[in-house]
């Protein structure tokens, strides 16, 4: 049960951070991108930046802030996913970055947060 509501959560969380981010001009390309290093939560396009985006969901500050969970392993498994991406899709080389998106769901109201160049690439 437990497993089911944190992924409700993070799908949730997903499905706002998308609107939230198509608001703000950002040209969504992909969602939960896998492969068989992991997965990307969103891919953008933001004018003619590729952004891999991470989106964190939280329903309480029990465990701090969403952001705070991109920890180093997070971010080199997202920069390995990104240039696999890259390669697949026959984008490479150009330009890209890397955005977490926090989102803090408590009550009926959502805040979210858009950290731009959270992190560089990461090995």
Do not use: H, W
């Amino acid at each position: 049960m437990r497993d089911r509501s944190r992924i409700e959560t993070g799908r949730q969380g997903e499905n706002l951070a998308a609107d939230y981010l198509k608001r703000r001009g950002y040209r969504i390309i992909e969602r939960n991108y896998r492969c068989s290093l992991g997965e990307i939560d969103i891919v953008a396009l933001q004018g003619d930046v590729v952004v891999f985006i991470e989106v964190k969901t939280r329903r309480s500050e029990r465990f701090g802030e969403p952001q705070q969970s991109v920890t180093l392993e997070k971010q080199r498994r997202i920069s390995r996913i990104s240039l696999e991406y890259l390669q697949k899709k026959r984008l490479y080389p150009c330009n890209a970055r890397f955005d977490v998106v926090a989102v803090k769901m408590q009550g009926g109201d959502a805040g979210i947060e858009l950290i731009q160049n959270a992190f560089d690439l990461a090995f």
